[in-house]
């Protein structure tokens, strides 16, 4: 493609209201352009990008034995009231009726899709394992949507899901995938870690993100740095104590404080001069089956994700004033275990035996000298709160766990018999007995994909495409096109690259050579084949590559058969 005729407008400023890099490059390089909040045109620099990733998961996805189908975006709420989501899923799914007062969506995922159609098209153990993806346009109205298209309200996702007959085949579909992800971000050049995570609105038992390491990322990971175990901390374990019981025998009894005004953990610390860990903090949730009061130790922070799974239902939410006040009898900041009349949820990490400073239920007041084992009483212990950095592995018990940020671009999930059930997809046995299928589905963001890789692979100068997904490997550079000697060149070495099939760009703009040079460097092509009066006197042109900056003397006869090898050495 000849720079001269190309939709390519680089912006020479940084655009005010990107907060990420590969927003700001993805803007500044002409790729995408904002219609709306979270929404997006990708012009053809950036739909170049874009298809080069699709290109690599559409392989990977064939290869391993998968099928490409191509659902609508449009869905009827019909099935999202069989799976029960259509009360569920909230605000991010976009509802709209059609003229005939018709309940409709715009598609964020298609379980419910996909498992209609399973359930219409295979009837036999003979049609399993089964694993169809796409790869098409969702809408989730995010509440946030920000970083360009890293999270949009529109955007454009893989998704897969795989049908077997039973957990021990299904869990060979899950392997499949995993495999495939591993493949898929390998090629992409990517730094990136599986890790394991909490299933979401999705839902499901088990499931794994691909992130990819960024600072920026959105998500914390906590990694140990002795065993291989990594996981977001919105699922991360903590090591409890060796064993759950209250060794020590209560002494004394609780002391009711006066306290006035004093609510915050700080405040309560430095009134009663105890440390954070000698406290509980109750907070009070509604959920879907009713109030809950969960306790974690005052330097610790309750995990919601970990509290609804512990719970088993399907929605929480911090309670607001009023309903503290109904269920405890005093305003927020004296909430305690001692005497409340709901469920109470008690993290692992306070069944050691001491004593407590706990809310009184009452306002302005504290008790002291909380026996938990005692005084209170707790319906469930489990892990709810958010491991921190720093904490000693739960798995190998001897690593310690680090922080780490990433950009989650894919996550593969069971579902077991989530949807299958719910929407009635079943199957013949080879008993002749009808079993529902055991699904499981596979995501991919293939515009965050793009947008972390830039993330991962930028200067201060621009992008620095990974090879295998830049949209054009090559660019090729004539100095001064007034030239006629530069200019024969040039297009010479153009003519031939495209002829042997190597996807180059030419700028033939009769501009500066230091606008061009800069724009080279902005939108991150790989290798920049300069072409100019200098180097053809010795008989070269130079090839520079983006990534080391290192500058390579080619003869223009050998430039094909150069550019061949090092972008097959590349992976492109
Ligand atoms: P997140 O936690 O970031 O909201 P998610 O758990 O909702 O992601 P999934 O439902 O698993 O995401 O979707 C599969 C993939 O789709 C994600 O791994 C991500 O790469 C991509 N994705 C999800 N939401 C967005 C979005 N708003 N914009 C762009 N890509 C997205
Ligand atoms: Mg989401």
Redesign the pocket.
């Known amino acids: 493609m000849k720079l001269s005729s190309m939709l390519l407008n680089t912006l020479k400023e940084d655009p005010r209201d990107a907060e990420v890099p590969s927003h700001r490059l993805m803007l500044r390089a002409g790729m995408i352009k904002r219609l709306a909040s979270g929404i997006y045109s990708y012009l053809p620099y950036g739909l170049k990008a874009l298809r080069r990733v699709e290109n690599i998961v559409r392989q990977e996805m064939d290869n391993a034995g998968s099928q490409e189908v191509l659902l609508p975006g449009v869905q009827p709420s019909e099935l999202w009231k069989e799976s029960g989501r259509w009360d569920l899923y909230g605000k991010e799914l976009l509802r709209f009726k059609d003229r005939k007062g018709a309940e409709f969506c715009l598609g964020p ?1 298609h379980e419910e899709v996909i498992t209609d159609l399973a359930r219409r098209e295979v009837t036999s153990y003979k049609d399993l394992p089964l694993i169809l993806y796409q790869i098409q346009t969702k809408f ?1 109205d ?1 509440i946030r ?1 920000r970083f360009g ?5 529109e ?1 454009i ?1 893989k ?1 897969a899901y795989s049908f077997d007959r039973d957990d021990a085949s299904a869990e060979k579909s899950y392997e499949i995938m995993f495999n495939t992800y591993e493949r898929i971000f390998n090629r992409c050049g990517l730094d990136f870690k599986p890790v394991e995570a909490d299933t ?1 609105s ?1 839902g499901g038992s088990f499931s794994h ?1 691909f992130m990819v390491l960024a600072e920026t990322g ?2 914390m990971i906590l990694s140990c740095n002795n065993c291989k175990y990594a996981a977001n901390v919105e699922r991360a374990e903590s090591l409890g104590p060796d064993s759950i019981g209250f060794s020590q025998a209560p002494k004394g009894k609780p002391n009711k404080v006066h306290t006035p005004g004093v609510k915050t953990i700080s405040q309560v610390c430095e009134f009663l001069g105890v440390k954070q860990e000698k406290l509980v903090k109750t907070l009070v949730y509604n959920t879907s089956s009713g109030p809950v009061a969960a306790m974690v130790r005052g330097d610790h922070d309750v995990n919601e994700a970990k509290l609804r799974t512990l719970l088993g239902v399907s929605w929480i939410e911090l309670a607001d004033d009023k309903t503290v006040q109904e269920v405890t009898g005093a305003p927020v900041g004296f909430a305690g275990p001692v005497g409340l009349g709901i469920k109470v949820v008690a993290d692992l990490s306070l069944v050691d035996g001491s004593p407590y400073v706990t809310g009184a239920n009452e306002e302005d007041y504290h008790l002291t000298n909380v026996w938990l084992s005692r005084d209170a009483r707790i319906d469930l212990v489990g892990d709810i709160r958010f491991t921190q950095p720093g904490e000693p592995c739960p798995r190998c018990k001897k690593g310690t766990l680090q922080g780490i940020r990433g950009i ?4 593969v999930f069971k579902l077991g018999l989530k949807y299958s059930k719910a929407m009635n997809a079943v199957f013949t046995d080879v008993d002749g007995e009808v079993k529902p299928m055991v699904m499981g589905c596979y ?3 293939i ?3 793009v947008a972390a890789a830039i993330e991962q692979n930028h200067d201060d100068s621009g992008i620095i495409f990974p090879v295998s997904i830049a949209p054009y490997p090559v660019l090729v550079l004539p100095v001064d096109v007034k030239q006629g000697p530069v200019m024969e060149h040039a297009l010479r070495i153009y003519e031939d690259l495209k002829t042997a099939g190597i996807d180059v760009m030419m700028d033939d703009r009769d501009e500066r050579p230091g606008v061009k040079f800069k724009d080279a460097d902005l939108v991150g092509v790989p290798y920049r084949i300069t072409v100019g009066k200098r180097s053809l006197d010795r008989g070269v042109v130079e090839v520079k590559e983006r990534s080391t900056g290192k500058v390579e003397d080619v003869n223009p006869d050998n430039v094909v058969g150069y550019c061949r090898s090092i972008l097959k050495d590349k992976g492109s």
């Open positions: 995922t989730r995010e949507p298209i890293m999270r949009a309200r955007f996702m998704d979401g999705i993100e959105e998500d989650e671009v894919g996550h995501g991919i963001g515009g965050r994909t």
